[in-house]
């Protein structure tokens, strides 16, 4: 990926873009549901372990509605490594190819607060 601006490399950008999207909702909802797990276990007063508890209840219910969208979506196969592995694969390479890209020039110079026009 030479060009970042030809419409052609951003084929499949959108699919790429949801499914990244959405693993990182699914993490942060995973996240979530190991904090509150750590606070029930933690808190003393019993209606604040009931609210927590509903709460954690709710996140597990939110983790299973992004897993089975990415799921049905072919962004996650949990129980099948050769469907997963091309996944990440593709989204491995494209990472790098995004970082390799120059999306800045080499001349960075300020002089100052703002850019300067080569002299």
Do not use: C
Not at 80 to 95: I, M, R, W
Not at 96 to 116: E, K, S, W
Request: charged content about 25%; hydrophobic content about 40%.
């Amino acid at each position: 990926m030479k060009d970042y601006l030809d419409p052609r490399n951003a084929e499949g950008m959108p699919n790429l873009a949801d499914s990244a999207f959405a693993l990182d909702f699914l993490l942060s909802v995973k996240n979530g549901i190991r904090n509150y797990g750590f606070a029930i276990a933690e808190v003393a007063n019993p209606a604040l372990k009931r609210v927590l508890t509903k709460q954690l209840m709710q996140a597990i219910d939110l983790h299973g509605e992004i897993s089975d969208l990415m799921m049905e979506r072919k962004w996650l196969h949990p129980y099948n490594f050769k469907e997963q592995y091309p996944v990440d694969l593709k989204g491995a390479e494209t990472a790098v190819q995004i970082g390799q890209m120059t999306l800045f020039h080499n001349d960075t110079d300020r002089g100052g607060m703002f850019a300067t026009p080569n002299e």
